[in-house]
Structures are given as C-alpha cells and as structure tokens.
C-alpha cells in the first residue's frame, strides 16, 4: 500500500501545472488523449470503493501474476468497452487540474478504505477473480505505474516512476531478483517495466536473455 502510495503521489505531481494544451496531447494509448488516460487510471483506481462494498468472498484464486493471464479480460471487446469508460469521464468540460484533484481525492478515500480492511481481505474483481485486497492492490500498482511512463512520455517528461514499484512489478514477472534482473539485462527499472508491459519491444540478443531467466510478460489491455 505504501508503494502504491508513493507511486500515486508522484503521478500526482508529474501532472501538475500542465497547461490546458498539455492535457490534449496523444498518448501511446490510442484513442486516448492525456486526460482520458489519466480518467481511465481514475476508472480502474475507482473500482476499489464498490468491490470493498460488497460481501468478501470464502478465500482467494488467484494472485496478481494470475490476474494478468491472456483472456476475455483483455479481448478487443473488453478494451472497446474500458476505452468508453475512459472517455466518458473525461467528456465534462473540466478542466485538467480538476481531473487531478479529483484523482487525488479518490485516492485518499481509496487509502482510507484499505486502511480499515482487516489483514487477509479478499475482494472480487468485475471480471469474477477472488483476490487477496494485497494482491489487487499490486495489479493497481501496475496500472498507475505503467500508465505513469506512458503519460510521462506523452508529455516529454523523465518518467517518475519510483525504484519501489519498479522493484514490485519486476517481482511479477518471475525470474530471479529484480536487482540481479536489472544487472543481467543492463536495465534500469524504467526500462524493465516498458519492456514488460510492451512499451518497447525486445532488441537483438534481449529475447534470449529473458527466455534464460524465464520472464513472463504482462498482458495489458
């Protein structure tokens, strides 16, 4: 939770005074501009409050790994679908440092909420997974983290991703340590979770190398 803390206070920071020009700028993440990214980060950060609501469920599933498994969960139709939500909340005529404020609200009503659960929660996502609340925190994680370097890049900015969460999505794709990780692909964390997450593709003798450490990469929607 403290990882995912610091995570969503450097995004936070990292779309602070944009001007309103910035916040039309297009992102990897086509159809989505700057601020349907950062509303579709609000979307799936948002879930969290209903999902807390709700009766728990006997015992979890599945884990953080497991949840990023190649199904209908990321199926052309789930991605038109996530790609509408994300453009309806930013469709108001708000402005961007409004969609900030507001993203920084939910958080602190988010944090709030996980605060009081009781140790070994287990929540149920909307795609039906049985999830410790520990684990969905950490796919959380991953969104805003890998989210976070696709808005960096959008607006030509270092990407703030924070060491912590970089060390934590390294640990999700299996292998060895992320620090021995980083040291046998010459990466830095940045690099690693672009790679993981698709952002840049496998060069020369790369596809080798992570074969021999037996990563498994993400599959994002």
């Not at 959380?140 to 924070?162: C, F, I, K, S, Y």
């Amino acid at each position: 939770m403290q990882t995912l803390e610091g995570e969503v206070g450097a995004l936070v920071r990292g779309l602070s005074d944009l001007s309103e020009k910035d916040w039309e700028r297009p992102t990897r993440c086509e159809p989505w501009r700057v601020r349907e990214l950062l509303s579709h980060i609000h979307v799936v950060v948002g879930w969290l409050p209903v999902m807390l609501a709700a009766p728990a469920p006997p015992h979890a599933e599945i884990s953080a790994a497991e949840y990023y498994r190649p199904d209908d969960r990321f199926a052309p139709q789930t991605n038109a679908a996530r790609i509408e939500l994300a453009q309806q909340h930013a469709a108001a005529p708000v402005r961007g440092a409004a969609l900030v404020k507001d993203f920084a609200a939910l958080w602190q009503q988010v944090d709030r909420l996980c605060q009081a659960q009781p140790h070994g929660r287990v929540v149920r996502t909307r795609h039906g997974d049985a999830m410790l609340l520990s684990e969905f925190l950490l796919t959380r994680l991953v969104e805003v983290a890998v989210h976070g370097l696709d808005l960096a890049d959008a607006l030509e900015q270092e990407p703030w991703l924070t060491h912590a969460a970089g060390e934590l999505i390294a640990g999700l794709l299996g292998g060895p340590d992320p620090a021995d990780m980083a040291r046998e692909l010459g990466w830095d964390t940045a690099r690693l979770v672009r790679k993981a997450s698709g952002r840049e593709p496998l060069e020369g003798q790369e596809a080798v190398q992570v074969e021999r450490l037996g990563l498994q990469w993400l599959t994002l929607g």
